[in-house]
């Protein structure tokens, strides 16, 4: 019985958990920080006020509970896209590949909708009005994917110097953000609007291949 009990309890806490932090995020996305309380997080979650610090310490850690939703596993899977090249049999790294599936998983991980909608509102109210850790971004996104991508570089490119490797990867990623926001304002835009054609995969490869002849010219190769 007492691990029935126990089984139970854990899938209640997971439950309850779930509720606020899909609660908090929508709200946080609606009325920002500050516009949200505890309560009003609680009494829409259909939980406790004291289950917010039980669970997160407080509505700071709630809030950066909820951007852990969204970026740790976007975070993964550009790590995850960069190992896959990475880890090919007899040491065939390809310059070329290995900023495609970088390329191809940070678009795709930020045109999700059904996700993204959400992220672009948590962002555009945290440059209005931060509340997150000064650092948070920079230790637990920028600094490990930047990482992953410095040492798959010098693999992939032994005669690249190192001090290049960082407007390298900074270029790459501006590339892909514009993109990505190219990409939501084209499809945002209305039928009304006379546009070209938008392609990402088209764009991909021209970023891929612009990028690519970007970092031979540095090797002289």
Same mark, same amino acid.
């Given at each position: ?97 290995? $900023? ?5 998983? +940070?678009?795709? @991980?930020?045109? %999700?909708? /059904?996700?993204?909608?959400?992220? #672009? ?57 514009? $993109? ?5 304002? +084209?499809?945002? @835009?209305?039928? %009304?609007? /006379?546009?070209?054609?938008?392609? #990402? ?21």
């Amino acid at each position: 019985m007492a691990l029935d009990d126990s089984k139970s309890n854990a899938g209640s806490d997971k439950s309850v958990k779930g509720r606020l932090l899909d609660t908090a995020e929508g709200l946080f996305c609606e009325r920002g920080f500050k516009g949200t309380s505890i309560r009003d997080i609680a009494a829409s979650a259909g939980c406790n006020i004291a289950s917010v610090n039980y669970y997160f310490g407080s509505k700071e850690g709630l809030y950066e509970e909820v951007w852990h939703r969204h970026l740790i596993p976007m975070r993964d899977s550009r790590i995850a896209s960069i190992n896959k090249v990475m880890s090919r049999a007899e040491g065939r790294h390809n310059l070329e590949d290995l $900023l495609r599936s970088f390329a191809d998983t +940070f678009v795709g @991980s930020m045109v %999700d909708t /059904s996700k993204t909608s959400r992220l #672009s509102k948590l962002m555009a109210r945290e440059y209005i009005d931060s509340h997150l850790p000064t650092d948070m971004f920079v230790n637990e996104v920028m600094t490990p994917t930047i990482s992953a991508m410095h040492r798959a570089l010098m693999k992939t490119c032994p005669d690249l110097d190192e001090s290049k490797v960082l407007p390298i990867v900074f270029s790459v990623i501006g590339q892909l953000v514009h $993109l990505v926001h190219i990409k939501t304002m +084209f499809e945002h @835009s209305g039928d %009304d609007l /006379s546009l070209p054609i938008f392609d #990402s995969n088209e764009i991909i490869e021209h970023i891929v291949k612009f990028s690519a002849a970007g970092i031979r010219a540095y090797t002289g190769k």
